[in-house]
């Protein structure tokens, strides 16, 4: 019995290859979320709030917290080892550090909870970020400067981000020394806008309190000469999304990419298949050969 075969192998691969490009745009259009450009304005990593002025808030932190948290990164540190390298700006900014994206699901809700409840109303009101901005890409980890031990400060640096929080996790009578140092320009409304600061010194703080500070303000700590200071360290971007990224771009291009290489293909296949289709009915004196079996 003959039968018509269901086509050719490049016919088939065209199918797939069209196919496929359909099925890469989709995904792209679902994977691309769509943003009101009103609301979604990038801002430069110059910008004043940026170098926001220093302010210690007492209490921010619920002292339960502090300790819960403290608690869960000694426990993580001592199990597995406490980091001492973050690479920042192509150096090494050395510390004692454990990630709190280490510790149980239960701390790190609590951590992202009193974040959004307490430490992101008083950034914005302190440093004039509107309601409007977002603050995203956060990085949250826990640092501990020992006196006996290599990391007793941090040097001199900025942050990699827009927007920092340095939360204390234990009291200063558990430590001496510590405590933090800020220098050149930066932005406050106390101050009518941007400002000369010379060597502004923050005193360690008592436990709960948080110093809410722009990342890109040069700042320093003091050494901790007894004890251990631990405190909880938050680093935010703020609408970094609205932003260009050379890597989303890149990510984007090559898929439009793949997809006009897909239906560049899907197409001459059907036109190589067409013409040797033509030509062997020409070969034929006009019949179309058929295979059967």
């Known amino acids: 019995m003959a039968r018509?075969?269901?086509?050719?192998?490049?016919?088939?691969?065209?199918?797939?290859?069209?196919?496929?490009?359909?099925?890469?745009?989709?995904?792209?259009?679902?994977?691309?979320p769509e943003r009101d450009a009103s609301e979604c304005q990038c801002l430069s990593i110059h910008?004043?709030?940026?170098?926001?002025?220093?302010?210690a808030h007492a209490g921010a932190l619920p002292t339960e917290t502090a300790r819960r948290v403290l608690e869960q990164a000694i426990k993580r540190g001592d199990a597995h080892g406490w980091e001492r390298t973050r690479l920042r700006h192509a150096y090494l900014d050395e510390t004692y550090e454990v990630k709190v994206s280490d510790l149980p699901e239960t701390t790190r809700n609590e951590v992202r909870s009193a974040y959004e409840k307490y430490f992101i109303p008083l950034a914005r009101e302190q440093c004039m970020v509107d309601d409007h901005f977002k603050f995203e890409?956060?990085?949250?980890?826990?640092?501990?400067?020992?006196?006996?031990?290599d990391f007793k400060s941090a040097a001199t640096?900025?942050?990699?981000?827009h927007l920092s929080f340095v939360a204390s996790l234990n009291n200063v009578t558990e430590y001496s020394g510590g405590?933090?140092?800020?220098?050149?320009?930066?932005?406050?409304?106390?101050?009518?806008?941007?400002?000369k600061l010379?060597?502004?010194?923050?005193?360690?703080?008592?436990?709960?309190?948080?110093?809410?500070?722009?990342?890109?303000?040069?700042?320093?700590?003091?050494?901790?000469?007894?004890?251990q200071r631990y405190v909880l360290v938050v680093e935010a971007h703020v609408n970094k999304s609205c932003c260009f990224d050379f890597t989303t771009f890149m990510n984007k291009f090559v898929t439009r990419l793949l997809i006009v290489i897909f239906a560049v293909i899907a197409v001459m296949g059907g036109v190589v298949d067409y013409m040797q289709k033509s030509i062997q009915k020409a070969r034929n004196g006009g019949v179309a050969h058929e295979k059967v079996w």
């Open 4 to 32: 018509r075969a269901r086509g050719t192998r490049r016919e088939r691969f065209a199918r797939a290859c069209a196919a496929l490009a359909l099925a890469t745009t989709r995904a792209a259009r679902a994977s691309t």
């Open 47 to 55: 910008d004043p709030r940026f170098v926001c002025a220093p302010r």
């Open 137 to 149: 890409d956060e990085e949250f980890f826990v640092v501990k400067y020992d006196a006996k031990g």
């Open 157 to 161: 640096h900025v942050d990699g981000k």
């Open 179 to 195: 405590g933090n140092n800020f220098e050149g320009m930066s932005f406050s409304v106390p101050h009518g806008g941007v400002h």
């Open 198 to 227: 010379d060597d502004h010194v923050v005193p360690a703080q008592p436990i709960g309190s948080v110093v809410v500070h722009g990342s890109q303000l040069e700042h320093s700590s003091f050494d901790v000469t007894s004890g």
